[in-house]
Structures are given as C-alpha cells and as structure tokens.
C-alpha cells in the first residue's frame, strides 16, 4: 500500500533525552502537602519527579537532550537545518527557546521556533517538522519536548503539585527519498485536533497579555481524565484508517504520559495489548512535552524499539490539543 506521493519521508536517525539531577518522590511531597505515596500511585502511577536546578532553563534541558539525540544519530549540530521546540514553560517570552538551543549548539543558519501545544507539543513538532522536510525545504530537523514545570506549579495545591515535573527529549529527522511503500522507515501518518472550548479544564491563570504574570497550573482533574480517554483516540484511529494498519500490527504504543490510568484505558478502547505500551510517568511524571521523547528513548535504550517497529505516539494537552504520529522506526 502507498500512502504518500511525495517522493520524500522524515526518518528517524536518533533520539535522546535529559531529567534534571534532583528528584522528589512521593514522600519528600508527604513533607509539603497533604498527600501520600499510595494516595498518589493508585491514582496515577507515579513515583518520583525531577525537578530543575536553580538557575537551570528550559533550554538548558532541551540542549542536552539534543546533544544526547545528536550522539545518537551520528551526527553535529551543524548537521541540522531545522529546529522546532514544544514547550508550555520557555526561558522567555521572547526570543524562543530553540533559538537559545540552537545558539548553545553553536548553530548559525537554518530557521528555529517554539510550538505551543502544551503535552501534544512534541506530537506536533513532529508533525510539523515532517512537513517541513516533506517539503523539500529542510534536510534534516531537530524536534524536542522541553519544559520546567515547576517553575508554573502551585506547590499548595495538592491536586496538582504531585502531576508534574521537569525534563527534555529530542528527536532527530532527516528527509530521504521514498517510493511511499508502508514498508519503509519513515513518518507514515500524522494527525492533529484541538477544540479550544475546554480551556478552564486545563490552564495557566497567567500570561503577559492577560495579566503580566506567569501564573499557575490550574486543572478539573476529572473532566481532563474524562476527556483524554473519551475523546482523544480518535487521532489513533484516523491514523489506523490512512494507513490500513491494525492495532495488531502495531509494535510500539507511546502515549503521553501523564497518568497510568488513563495510559492503560486508552489502550484498552484502542485494542492495543498492554505488553505493546510504553509507560514510563512512575519516573518522571507528568513531563508536558517532554514527555512522548522521554519514554521513547526509555524503549529505544532498553532495546524495546528497534528498526522497522511501527511505532505510534499520541498525546493530548490543555486547549485542548490532540495529536498522532505513526512512525516506522
């Protein structure tokens, strides 16, 4: 089956990653709020988070997470004509955070911005980046999931403090020619959705033109649960239907990883068997953008992933935005 007419495909060459020295566990949060470890585990699934030094930027993470991809890949960073970050939590409002990515690396030519889509970042920045190099215009692209966290969280609201966390992970593209057979490695699909209704369902109660402040997480914990698992599937399908391939196909499901249980249930009304999905938010928790590139370098370290895996990654974020990449890897 031929899915594309474009001559060309976005191939994975390497991805990598960075988490921040320190690490709170449930425990160290029993200390500041009223929470416990078991409270927090049966409800999420997670166990620890790491949270960014003083003084250590989302850019920061976000370089060494490339450098990471870049070792991985083989490659410079003069290899790299293309740089595209999701993040919710950048350094400044502005210059964007991967223009202070690519000036760490060094890199003086080629184009750099940030995507805002909150945890589908990185499932948009890939799929933006894909059509960048699909296009002819870019040769091979830098895509990273970046965010602190920490830095927009209300460490009294118990509710929300023992979700989220900080770190990076990055991906390396580059366009190669292709007749469009599924069988090739590559970028076979991607799928994008939001519906902007849902906004006080999952926000920050702060921004420079709203109030002149960065502002708090702010979320209805439950209508975001609903919603991920209630809705958001339909990105997976679109991309089972332009491609013909089956759940039983599939080798690999990477979904954000936000909470296990809404990880498993998503699966589950997908008809995905657990021992295909990747789960990794014990380690991290809920990483934003970051999130999908952490747990896909976890199973390509771990030798989970390996060449011509077809690998499906799905996320869903405040707005909300809804996303999926099937990749053959």
Request: net charge negative; with cysteine; glycine share 10%.
């Amino acid at each position: 089956m031929t899915i594309q007419n474009s001559p060309l495909r976005s191939v994975v060459l390497g991805v990598g990653s960075y988490l921040p020295a320190k690490t709170l566990t449930n425990d160290d949060l029993a200390r500041i709020v009223d929470t416990s470890d078991d409270w927090i585990f049966q409800r999420t699934g997670i166990r620890q988070r790491h949270i960014a030094a003083e003084g250590e930027t989302t850019s920061m993470l976000g370089e060494k997470a490339a450098r990471a991809a870049l070792a991985a890949a083989g490659l410079v960073p003069d290899d790299i004509d293309l740089i595209i970050v999701g993040t919710s939590t950048p350094d400044w409002t502005f210059p964007s955070t991967a223009t202070q990515i690519q000036a760490a690396l060094d890199i003086a030519h080629g184009a750099a911005f940030d995507l805002q889509a909150v945890c589908s970042g990185f499932v948009y920045a890939v799929a933006t980046a894909e059509k960048f190099l699909r296009s002819g215009s870019h040769k091979r692209a830098l895509v990273i999931g970046a965010e602190t966290f920490s830095r927009i969280i209300d460490w009294e609201d118990r509710t929300t403090c023992v979700l989220f966390g900080d770190g990076a992970g990055a991906m390396i593209l580059e366009a190669r020619p292709s007749t469009g057979s599924m069988d090739e490695r590559g970028i076979l699909t991607t799928h994008l959705r939001s519906d902007g209704r849902h906004r006080a369902k999952l926000h920050v109660d702060g921004g420079p033109s709203a109030t002149q402040t960065v502002g708090h997480l702010r979320m209805e914990g439950k209508e975001v649960f609903k919603f991920a698992v209630g809705k958001v599937t339909d990105v997976v399908d679109d991309a089972f239907a332009a491609t013909g391939i089956t759940p039983e196909q599939l080798n690999w499901f990477v979904p954000h990883q936000a909470n296990r249980r809404i990880i498993d249930m998503s699966a589950q009304k997908l008809g995905i068997a657990p021992e295909k999905v990747v789960a990794t938010v014990h380690l991290h928790g809920n990483t934003s953008a970051a999130s999908v590139p952490l747990a896909l370098s976890v199973a390509v370290a771990d030798g989970r992933i390996k060449e011509g895996d077809l690998v499906m990654l799905e996320a869903v974020g405040g707005g909300f935005t809804w996303g999926s990449a099937l990749i053959r890897w």
